[in-house]
């Protein structure tokens, strides 16, 4: 039962350093979005994606913040020069079709940046 | 998007029913209901959705008010696995943004022994 697969599952950066966390969608589902959960906050949509498209990027930062889900493998959500705020939870969820028809989106585990 | 009203926090005896409200006044008609949960440090996983006929699952029962403006969320035999922070979410299904998923701080549901 290959679910939405993200890793590194825990990652830890020094101030100025780059994180990249990566993202498996479930087999089949062509549609991955990144959110972030703050400590202490609610989920936050990021990102939405298809196979080497942006769909909608309007809940990134505008700064330092990408993401690209390529033709052959995983989506990357990228973060450079990290600083302390960007510590927290970054999940991933993907879906087989755009427009969401059963509502439902498969999270992954997450990955928590802790940044030093 | 709606705004949403969940209390902070609950408690439950297991083997006993779960029932977890909702106020969502502001909700649009083409908006549906959406509950997720998410046991600590794991992912957000869905339950169910609505839009005002009552639902039911293999997880819960949802139960909307008529008029719309609140919900609950009906986890008939809790478990302790069901220990977890439920939300509730608002959102349109079909066409537009309906994937920008935002919640709230939910509420956290104890399950006792």
């Known amino acids: 039962n290959a679910g939405v697969m993200q890793n590194p599952r825990h990652l830890v950066r020094r101030r100025g350093q780059e994180a990249r966390l990566r993202c498996s969608p479930m087999?089949?589902?062509?549609?991955v979005y990144w959110y972030r959960q703050l400590p202490e906050e609610g989920l936050k949509f990021m990102v939405y994606?298809?196979?080497?498209?942006?769909?909608?990027e309007s809940g990134m930062p505008k700064e330092r913040f990408s993401a690209e889900f390529p033709k052959e493998g995983p989506s990357i959500l990228r973060i450079q020069q990290v600083v302390r705020g960007d510590s927290a939870a970054y999940f991933c969820?993907?879906?087989?079709?755009?427009?969401?028809?059963?509502?439902?989106?498969?999270f992954g585990e997450g990955s928590r940046l802790t940044v030093l | 998007d709606a705004k949403t009203t969940q209390p902070t926090s609950m408690d439950c005896a297991e083997g006993r029913a779960a029932n977890l409200p909702c106020n969502h006044s502001t909700i649009s008609g083409n908006e549906y209901v959406y509950w997720y949960r998410q046991i600590h440090s794991q992912g957000p996983q869905y339950i169910i959705h609505?839009?005002?006929n009552n639902e039911t699952n293999e997880m819960a029962s949802l139960i909307i008010t008529e008029d719309r403006k609140s919900s609950t969320l009906i986890l008939p035999h809790a478990t302790l696995r069901d220990t977890a922070v439920y939300y509730c979410?608002?959102?349109?299904?079909?066409?537009?943004?309906?994937?920008?998923?935002?919640f709230g701080k939910g509420t956290l549901l104890t399950v006792n022994p």
């Open positions: 609505g839009l005002k």
């Open positions: 969820a993907s879906s087989p079709n755009g427009g969401l028809a059963t509502g439902e989106l498969f």
């Open positions: 979410t608002p959102r349109q299904n079909s066409g537009g943004s309906n994937y920008k998923l935002t």
């Open positions: 994606l298809q196979k080497e498209n942006i769909i909608d």
């Open positions: 087999k089949g589902h062509s549609h």
